[in-house]
């Protein structure tokens, strides 16, 4: 069990969408959360928010598309003390056909989506280490599961994510170490990053932010390695048993190679 009160808590992306609905709730649980974001005053409006719950929160300007901030920021909070739970959840997409994409933004995706994970698991993974107890929580999505068009970058960065969290798991399980990973896959869900997009499929509804939230917080409490929500997206490892052409003729029925139409995104 990895238990949220009085544990110091570290969410990326936490101005806006399932970053502050987690740490909210977490905060709600007891948890010392220390939110980073490049979104100013979406951080001054969480911490305000905690705040009024009676809770205490640290909030910090870090931009993840750089390594030496990200590692100034990680010496300043590991100098108060390690952290127990660190949630990698800050991400951007572009929606943007394959052709059409700027190098600035494929290189932003896979420096926010992927590689910041990397910085900050280095940074706060020895700690967890040497105390043998902490949790890596890697928020991917189902796009880390099945490719889609008009997602080529988020889609390459989010299998990247996907195979980051498996990677990790199987390195600290090697080591017998107790530290624990979780990685949570979900479908679209309304929190405006996806703006645009709507449902295609009835077993693929956009999900409610609070769901996804809830859910994710459940699978950290119980050391749960995986969450794949909505359960249909399960069927995708079952899908990839059948022939490539199979599972590409049931993707392009089923319309997710159609999810990114009407896309405008948060702007
Ligand atoms: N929403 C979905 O449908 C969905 C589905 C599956 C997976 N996910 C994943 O879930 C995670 C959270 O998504 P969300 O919908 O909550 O997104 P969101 O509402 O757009 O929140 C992402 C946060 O990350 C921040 N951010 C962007 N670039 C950053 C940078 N360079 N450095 C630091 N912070 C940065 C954003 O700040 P600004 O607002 O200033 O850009 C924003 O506050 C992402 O990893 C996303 O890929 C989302």
Same mark, same amino acid.
Not at 24 to 29: C, D, F, I, S, V
Not at 156 to 179: P, T
């Given at each position: 069990?990895?238990?949220?009160?009085?544990?110091?808590?570290?969410?990326?992306?936490?101005?806006?969408?399932?970053?502050?609905?987690?740490a909210?709730?977490? =905060?709600?649980?007891g /948890?010392?959360?220390? *939110?980073? #974001?490049?979104?100013?005053?979406?951080?001054? %409006? $969480?911490?305000?928010?905690?705040?009024?719950?009676?809770?205490k929160?640290?909030?910090?300007?870090?931009?993840?598309?750089?390594?030496e901030?990200?590692?100034?920021?990680?010496n300043?909070?590991?100098?108060?003390?390690?952290?127990?739970?660190?949630?990698?959840?800050?991400?951007?997409v572009?929606?943007?056909?394959?052709?059409?994409l700027?190098?600035?933004?494929?290189?932003?995706?896979?420096?926010?989506?992927?590689l910041?994970?990397?910085?900050?698991?280095?940074?706060?993974?020895?700690?967890?280490?040497?105390?043998?107890?902490?949790?890596v929580?890697?928020?991917?999505?189902? =796009?880390?599961?099945? /490719?889609t068009?008009? *997602?080529? #970058?988020?889609?390459?960065?989010?299998?990247? %994510? $996907?195979?980051?969290?498996?990677?990790?798991?199987?390195?600290?399980?090697?080591?017998?170490?107790?530290?624990?990973?979780?990685?949570?896959?979900?479908?679209v869900?309304?929190?405006?990053?996806?703006?645009?997009?709507?449902?295609?499929?009835?077993?693929?509804?956009?999900?409610?932010?609070?769901?996804?939230?809830?859910?994710?917080?459940?699978?950290?409490?119980?050391?749960?390695?995986?969450?794949?929500?909505?359960?249909?997206?399960?069927?995708?490892?079952?899908?990839?048993?059948?022939?490539?052409?199979?599972?590409?003729?049931?993707?392009?029925?089923?319309?997710?190679?159609?999810?990114?139409?009407g896309?405008?995104?948060?702007?």
């Open positions: 069990m990895t238990t949220i009160s009085g544990s110091r808590i570290l969410i990326t992306g936490a101005a806006s969408g399932f970053g502050k609905l987690m909210l709730q977490m =905060a709600q649980k /948890g010392q959360l220390i *939110l980073w #974001d490049i979104n100013k005053e979406g951080l001054d %409006a $969480v911490k305000k928010e905690i705040e009024t719950q009676g809770n929160v640290v909030t910090m300007i870090c931009n993840l598309r750089n390594r901030e990200i590692n100034k920021c990680a300043e909070i590991l100098e108060t003390g390690p952290v127990d739970i660190l949630v990698n959840n800050a991400g951007i572009s929606g943007q056909s394959f052709l059409d700027t190098p600035d933004q494929i290189e932003s995706t896979f420096e926010i989506n992927t910041a994970h990397f910085w900050t698991v280095q940074a706060f993974l020895p700690e967890m280490i040497k105390q043998n107890k902490g949790h929580v890697t928020i991917a999505s189902s =796009a880390g599961l099945v /490719g068009s008009k *997602l080529v #970058d988020y889609c390459s960065s989010k299998f990247a %994510a $996907v195979g980051f969290d498996e990677a990790l798991r199987a390195e600290l399980r090697g080591m017998k170490s107790k530290v624990r990973t979780s990685v949570i896959c979900p479908f869900a309304s929190t405006g990053m996806f703006s645009g997009v709507k449902k295609r499929f009835f077993l693929l509804p956009v999900l409610k932010p609070e769901k996804v939230v809830r859910k994710t917080i459940k699978v950290i409490e119980k050391n749960r390695r995986r969450l794949l929500i909505p359960k249909f997206v399960y069927a995708s490892y079952i899908c990839r048993l059948l022939p490539v052409w199979f599972f590409d003729w049931i993707g392009d029925t089923l319309g997710v190679n159609k999810t990114m139409e896309f405008v995104g948060r702007n």
